[in-house]
């Protein structure tokens, strides 16, 4: 019988590997998984490839990623630190010990959508005639300058959503999708963290990402999130 | 010496153009201010990329839930017919051109439209685009709230952007402290500007060569 | 007060024009807009493009549409009749009367999608060293032959749901949403034919598509469908 | 003569190779017969590429949903477990690569994995392409199910496909009416073949040549 739950957080991260590509849900607070982005803090995965879309709230959860030098590249559409003085992640990249993809959030969102679609590659107005345009393949279509995006994937994703079944069936409460369901589309391994579990399987029509696209589920501890 | 307007004012000036049935998309700062002040009785749908169509006011401190945040990371509460949704599809509904307006703090305009609103150039602090670029493109109507000035009195009105563009040629219609001014095919054109106030005074805080409207008005807001 | 129902399927396809792009939802039977097409069929329009997945359905509901000789052209993933004996369609197709864009069904639905999302154009692995490649711009992606598709857009959109509320906000049953969605999203004018309609709002975490995409709701007739 | 598999024979063989947890989906004819006998006790999930992720088994005449429907337009009940999906999200799924195994009819497979399966070119009859291609290069593994040979006693198993291609190099497993062949690097491999048939006999229906499996098993299936 399916069944998607891991009996613990590293358990849900197991195989996570040194030079790893790891996509990171949330915006604001909502869908950020915070046990599993807490798990990664305390594990020695270094050399990761982070794709997130705010970085501050990868600092916030796991603040030993960037002390430690853990992280070498970072795709994001938000990459400025909350404070005035410069962030541990800004003082590294103006070091060059970090490399930036910083795309448009739309680029961003629409990237990882095709790394998970099959789609490697699409035309976008979006950041056309910009410095983001700087170095990407420019043509025309409808008389509109567009520019040639790239799909990203992962090898693994972490998401957060409210409810889960035993096939990895997936609801989100407010606004916590975001970009859970196209990182979980474009990873090898999608690991949500949810807040309960379904012992009946959920409703077909009010799933809002199909479980084929999630291989483990995190039933969050009561006091852990 | 006029007053110029404070920043409610600003976001109540821009909020009165909103027109029932509007799908509208609000940055942070003035922009988000201004759904308040949308005129009564006006059914307006607020889009917020991160997955909200259909916004409703901010949250009370005894509302406010964790899972419900706008894209400038407010708690909000959800109007009448809001629906949520996911990243990819937020930004395809915004990048197809389902937004009939977005309202965007800028930097900088330039007479063509240009728009510059993403990068301050801070020293020692990293960039941050958001959402900006896919709205500057893909919105109806690009509108932009902005002091007519910066802190240190240099225009914003500009001939050419001097900050990164956001996007080209975008902008339709500028709300400062001091004017209302339009983006036209031979540039910008002033259609309200404060009572008090001459046509070379609001030139001569703009850098781009200003036309005025035949049918000028004065830039009239109730005293919030 | 948003209120997007029309009273009258003379309303629902109001405006639509002679040389206009016209798409049509439906898979199997399921989602197939049937008051719609046959309001165009009574119609007078000619000169149409239609994009439709299956052209078998349109022949059903809108025999008028091609023994007039009103479609101009198409797009569809199946433009075979059903019947050992060649269709209408396939006659007119036969003596270079109909003009035929055939693309593999998710090439179909992926252009669709990039029409309503302002993506112009992508690269897709689909098709790709076949005769449905021909003509089109080739490239490699990763050691894979891919090709370039454009976007479809339409003036109007017939599409059939389960249950609309005044702001357009849908529920689909069963596998009625099919092209629906994404047929909305690409056109100018949408147009949604519904079982039932809510007084109240669709809860926010329950909607298929958003109202944003929809522009009129036809109340079918309890008879009619 | 050896007597070969009937249409339910060869859907049985297909379905034996089906395994607990795994995406599947199947095309029309002997491919969606298969779901019916896969192993008990297995839980698979078959995807429906009109938008059903966990299809059940046909619907009986009295459960019948008008619009609930799968992708050979048969009346169908959802599984435990299933959801439901508009066309573009069904299609990335499949491009995707989340698909284990797509099924197929196939007209021809050539021996580099090449398959023909939606074009027959019948004179007077337009095209229909569905959604074979993005199955053919979006699933995991492609295996066919057809007969060995045509009607007429042509072979199937080709050198190079006459036929207009589906996808290149897609195909890794082919069920036929006498034989279960693998696509290797080198060409096709027998895996199983017919008890009672001679390696030359499967070599004469065949065009492409033919090596077997050190470990060739008898095609056993039961009679259904």
């Known amino acids: ?225 | 010496m006029v007053k110029p307007l404070s920043r409610n004012q600003m976001a109540w000036r821009a909020a009165q153009d909103l027109e029932e049935g509007m799908v509208v998309n609000l940055g942070m700062g003035m922009p988000v201010l201004a759904a308040s002040y949308a005129p009564e009785g006006r059914e307006i749908i607020f889009q917020s990329e991160n997955g909200i169509v259909g916004a409703g006011p901010e949250a009370n401190e005894d509302e406010r839930d964790p899972d419900l945040v706008d894209a400038s990371s407010r708690f909000v509460t959800l109007a009448a017919g809001a629906s949520l949704i996911e990243s990819a599809a937020s930004f395809a509904m915004i990048r197809g051109g389902h937004i009939d307006v977005t309202m965007l703090g800028g930097f900088e305009v330039a007479s063509n439209g240009d728009l510059a609103n993403w990068d301050m150039q801070v020293p020692n602090k990293g960039q941050l685009v958001g959402g900006a670029m896919d709205l500057a493109v893909g919105a109806g109507e690009v509108r932009v709230i902005m002091q007519h000035q910066t802190k240190d009195g240099s225009p914003r009105l500009l001939n050419v952007c001097r900050l990164p563009l956001t996007a080209p040629a975008c902008v339709t219609r500028i709300y400062t402290d001091l004017a209302v001014v339009d983006v036209k095919e031979n540039g910008f054109l002033v259609q309200e500007m404060l009572h008090g106030m001459t046509e070379e005074e609001l030139q001569a805080r703009s850098e781009a060569s200003l036309s005025f409207s035949a049918n000028l008005k004065p830039l009239a807001t109730p005293d919030i």
Chains 1, 3 share one sequence.
């Open chain 1, 1 to 225: 019988m399916i069944d998607k739950r891991v009996s613990s957080v590293d358990e849900a991260i197991h195989g996570l590997f040194d030079g790893a590509t790891l996509m990171v849900s949330g915006f604001g607070g909502a869908g950020v998984p915070v046990e599993l982005i807490k798990a990664l803090d305390r594990s020695k995965i270094t050399d990761l490839n982070i794709v997130i879309n705010a970085v501050r709230f990868l600092e916030m959860h796991a603040p030993g990623l960037f002390q430690d030098h853990r992280v070498k590249s970072l795709v994001c559409s938000a990459f400025r630190g909350r404070d005035r003085d410069p962030s541990h992640y800004e003082r590294q990249w103006q070091a060059g010990e970090l490399a930036i993809d910083l795309s448009p959030q739309g680029s961003f969102s629409e990237r990882i959508r095709a790394g998970g679609a099959g789609i490697p590659a699409f035309f976008t107005p979006t950041a056309a005639g910009t410095q983001l345009a700087e170095g990407k393949e420019v043509r025309e279509f409808n008389g509109r300058q567009c520019i040639l995006e790239t799909a990203i994937k992962g090898d693994f994703a972490f998401l957060r959503a409210a409810e889960a079944d035993r096939f990895g069936n997936l609801r989100f409460r407010g606004t916590q999708s975001n970009f859970g369901p196209i990182m979980a589309m474009a990873s090898k391994v999608a690991v949500v963290e949810v807040a309960s579990f379904s012992d009946k399987p959920l409703e077909a029509d009010q799933i809002h990402l199909s479980g084929v696209f999630i291989d483990r589920i995190l039933v969050a501890s009561e006091t852990g999130v």
